[in-house]
């Protein structure tokens, strides 16, 4: 970590010091899958003490089943990854750590204050099994993208009517949700005429994965206010918020993030590398996460503003990185993704395809469709194209040079001249990203 995080009267570093120890004690004491991984090594104390450990993979935890579980607890909750970037993932949270967290979160809100609650619209996600119901601060509506009562109509009316609710904001200030149905929400509005300035939203709070920097400006565009930018994935309790002055996240203190280097698998104090996350007990209880790997690169960069935490820029899932042969990351995916997904000759993969006869925008909101293919050390994206680049050589050229000009900077030093931009016309066989991959 990096030495802002280091220095002991940091919260966030008690925080860790406080809950680390116990967390590994509980798996260690409750889950034979720990118990059997963690013998013999000492129990760590500080997030620098857990490189001994060995690294977890959601491989190992879905064939460990149970045995990752600490199964004498009550299960109230059966969430999944979506099973959009891998297999699908069961994480069962118990009665006792809901409750604890619903006292914890509880306990940060004022309960006394005699000023109206927020007026929040939350689009659930169906897609992640079940929703753990904790204290809140607002009055919150539920949406659902996928009620085809929902969108537009009901939307609308819920975003830019005035309710009568006791104790409760007359306007809708506050939307929170996954980053793909604010986005299908925003652009089903966009494509009804909806007049976005009548709204009165004041904060749009998107989680999952990364933001690209189209859809980042498109929303900004849209509801002209402050967008909250987390990080979150089903499997960890704790998640990430984008930093402005950083240009980077922070993580919360219930989570520990370490960077570790791809190859050796050995903790970074700075640079890039996979993405590894453990879970504080008591937020995390039934089943343990202790140096979990996401499946995501990641960098450390400086903290340039006041937060106690250190600063990752989160730079897209491994699996869409171009690595050497040595297996050092080349590119990041989200490099990659960001100039793909920002020219509009690209073509896009299907996402929300039941929407497209009453809403034919939703055949703009799939990801870029292109492909990585390495050879050795050597890289082509392969690039499905909205025309053919046969017929118009001079628009493919000048595509191919500014999609060049955008990666180039991103490339690893020495391996600028080993990438090679190839432009497909539509037909042709290229498997694309999977969505919800940035
Ligand atoms: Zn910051």
């Known amino acids: 970590m990096t030495g802002r995080s280091g220095s002991p009267e940091r919260p966030a570093t008690r925080f860790h010091e406080a809950l680390l120890g116990e967390t590994i004690t509980w798996a260690i004491a409750h889950c ?29 935890l879905r064939s460990a089943g149970w045995r990752a579980r600490a199964g004498h607890l009550t299960p109230a909750l059966r969430q999944h990854t979506s099973g959009s970037t891998a297999t699908s993932f069961e994480v069962y949270r118990s009665r006792e750590e809901l409750e604890f967290v619903g006292r914890f979160i509880g306990s940060l809100y004022p309960t006394d204050s005699s000023a109206p609650r927020t007026l929040e619209l939350f689009l659930g996600n169906p897609a992640h099994g079940g929703h753990a119901v904790l204290p809140s601060p607002s009055f919150v509506i539920q949406g659902n993208v996928y009620d085809g009562a929902f969108l537009p109509h009901l939307a609308a009316s819920v975003l830019l009517d005035s309710h009568e609710i006791p104790g409760v904001e007359p306007r809708v200030t506050r939307i929170t949700g996954a980053l793909t149905h604010v986005a299908a929400m925003t652009a089903v509005l966009r494509s ?51 930093c402005e002055e950083c240009d980077a996240f922070h993580f919360g203190p219930e989570v520990v993030p370490e960077v570790v280097d791809v190859v050796t698998r050995q903790p970074l104090e700075e640079g890039r590398g996979m993405l590894a996350l453990t879970s ?145 016309g539509p037909g042709a066989a290229i498997a694309g990203y999977k969505p919800s991959s940035v």
């Open 32 to 60: 034979p899958f720990y118990r059997e991984r963690f013998e013999g090594l000492p129990v760590p104390q500080t997030p620098s003490e857990l490189s001994p450990l060995p690294l977890t993979w959601k491989h190992e």
């Open 280 to 424: 504080l007990y008591p937020f995390v209880q039934m089943q343990p996460i202790i140096r979990y790997v996401t499946g995501d690169v990641a960098s450390i960069v400086p903290t340039r503003c006041r937060s106690d935490y250190p600063a990752h820029r989160l730079e897209g899932r491994l699996s869409h990185a171009w690595l050497a042969t040595s297996g050092q990351i080349v590119l990041p995916g989200v490099d990659i993704i960001n100039a793909l997904d920002g020219e509009a000759l690209v073509a896009r993969g299907e996402v929300f395809r039941d929407w497209y006869d009453r809403f034919p925008i939703a055949r703009e909101l799939g990801p870029p469709m292109a492909e990585l293919v390495t050879s050795g050390d050597d890289a082509a994206l392969r690039i499905l194209c909205r025309f053919d680049p046969l017929m118009y050589p001079s628009e493919a050229k000048e595509l191919t040079g500014r999609l060049a000009s955008q990666v180039a900077p991103a490339i690893r030093s020495g391996f600028r001249d080993k990438l090679t931009i190839q432009l497909h």
């Open 192 to 242: 009804t005429g909806m007049d976005f300035s009548a709204a009165k939203v004041a904060t749009l709070s998107v989680t999952g994965f990364l933001m690209t920097n189209r859809w980042r400006r498109l929303l900004e565009d849209s509801w002209r206010c402050y967008i909250e930018n987390c990080f979150s994935l089903t499997e960890v309790f704790g998640w990430a918020t984008h």
